[in-house]
């Protein structure tokens, strides 16, 4: 009988192989066999080698070697036909990600982006592995690279200019904010609305400027131009939204409707908190993946530390709400600037980790939800219509004219958490640091 640490020798080489391989009931069952008649023979394989590494260097590239080395002295032609077929499977997961796993500069970003194709750690057990990480240590182990390869890195920790370059441009749209609500108080007529058509662009370009840098700053496939619209209308209804709705419902709108300044200001001002409740998130979140020894266990510590971080930024923006309103004279509670607050905090981060498909769709299903109740109370007005006003009507009645945006932000900020437990808390989600391509 042919030895089979021979036939283990011959399956040696490179970590890729340009033959094609895939997996075939004939390899798999040719390769319990060498396994077994291994096992019967001691000192053919040394017993302290890992059993991932067995299954990579003992098994044969084609059922028929093993085959030949079973069937001893029986007919050759009762002899099944050979069958080409890999019997590693690590290997055969390396040639299917091979890009990832030539680029990757660490055993993490195997793993997260094994992650992001659908791998768990209960369908890793088919490569003989007890979970994702340590499959994706052998893939990293086994990848030939050269020897200026970088070194595994750890998570950022960046330097105190950057620091202070991103927290300081994480201030200016609050700063401008708070201009031209000032210019605003300052000044009537023509000056009035000159202050208001340069204020308006003057804040959009601070919040470009807050979020080109730093935590905040999304790669350019995490955003699309029609995020950038809703997030323009939302704000615009909350400066203009209630107001406009109160006077329509009335009758009017005979003559100019108060602004909302307030809020949008505190919107702005929580610019700063947002900034550094995604660094604080981001920062974390990685140290933990570098810690953690399987996805399950990473998003278990995970999900409390984005809730906590979550929370941290309601609190300060509700803080900010109630100091704008009572230094503007606004004593009214805008829980609808809240919820807005929460939607777009969420939806940016989700933008920043590169999962901004579902933030776009949700923002705009929010934006048009808040123009059809504008539009139902103007459609009212029209012969036989007169019954679309009353949803609309029947709520602001009940909770004022602030549940409109209330309750559409709050259900889109609800449908945004839950997706964004789910995707945050994966390891593919912080493969790269944030705003990376």
């Not at 070697?65 to 079973?70: E, K, R």
């Not at 055993?107 to 992650?115: H, K, M």
């Not at 920043?352 to 459609?379: C, K, Q, Y």
Request: net charge neutral; proline share 7%.
């Amino acid at each position: 009988m042919r030895d089979v640490r021979d036939v283990g020798e011959r399956a040696r080489s490179d970590a890729w192989d340009t033959r094609p391989e895939e997996w075939d009931l004939g390899a798999e069952g040719a390769y319990a066999s060498a396994q077994g008649t291994t096992e019967a023979r001691p000192g053919a394989v040394a017993a302290d080698r890992a059993p991932q590494t067995v299954a990579a260097e003992a098994a044969p590239r084609t059922a028929g070697a093993v085959c030949d080395a079973g069937a001893g002295s029986a007919d050759p032609a009762r002899r099944p036909p050979a069958r080409r077929g890999a019997a590693d499977p690590v290997k055969a997961l390396m040639h299917r990600h091979r890009e990832l796993c030539e680029r990757a500069v660490d055993p993490l970003e195997i793993a997260a982006g094994l992650e992001a194709h659908g791998l768990t750690d209960r369908a890793a057990a088919r490569y003989r592995h007890r979970d994702v990480f340590s499959l994706a240590e052998e893939m990293y182990a086994r990848v030939s690279r050269d020897d200026d390869r970088p070194s595994p890195r750890h998570a950022p920790t960046g330097n105190p200019r950057e620091h202070r370059a991103w927290a300081a441009l994480a201030l200016v749209p609050g700063a401008l904010c708070t201009a031209a609500v000032l210019g605003l108080r300052a000044t009537e007529g023509r000056a009035h609305l000159a202050v208001a058509v340069l204020g308006a662009p003057a804040v959009t370009l601070g919040l470009r400027v807050a979020f080109g840098r730093g935590p905040l700053h999304a790669p350019a496939h995490g955003t699309s131009a029609a995020a950038r619209v809703w997030t323009c209308w939302l704000l615009a209804y909350a400066l203009l939204g209630d107001g406009l709705l109160r006077a329509a419902l009335d009758g009017g709108p005979d003559s100019p409707w108060p602004l909302a300044a307030a809020p949008v200001l505190a919107l702005a001002l929580a610019c700063g908190p947002a900034a550094w409740c995604a660094r604080l998130f981001s920062v974390h979140a990685r140290r933990r993946l570098a810690a953690s020894r399987g996805l399950e266990e990473f998003a278990a510590s995970v999900t409390p530390l984005f809730l906590g971080v979550f929370a941290l930024f309601l609190a300060a923006l509700a803080a900010l709400l109630a100091l704008t309103g009572a230094l503007l004279g606004e004593t009214a509670v805008p829980v609808g600037a809240g919820a807005l607050g929460a939607l777009l905090l969420l939806a940016r981060l989700l933008a920043v980790h590169g999962a901004g498909r579902a933030p776009t769709v949700v923002l705009g299903i929010a934006s048009a939800v808040e123009a059809t109740a504008l539009a139902t109370v103007f459609a009212a007005r029209l012969p036989g219509c007169s019954t679309l006003i009353t949803p609309v009507e029947t709520l602001t009645d009940a909770w004022g004219a602030d549940a409109v945006p209330a309750l559409v932000c709050a259900l889109a900020a609800l449908t945004l958490l839950i997706h964004a437990i789910r995707t945050l808390t994966r390891a593919s989600a912080h493969a790269r640091p944030p705003g990376s391509p």
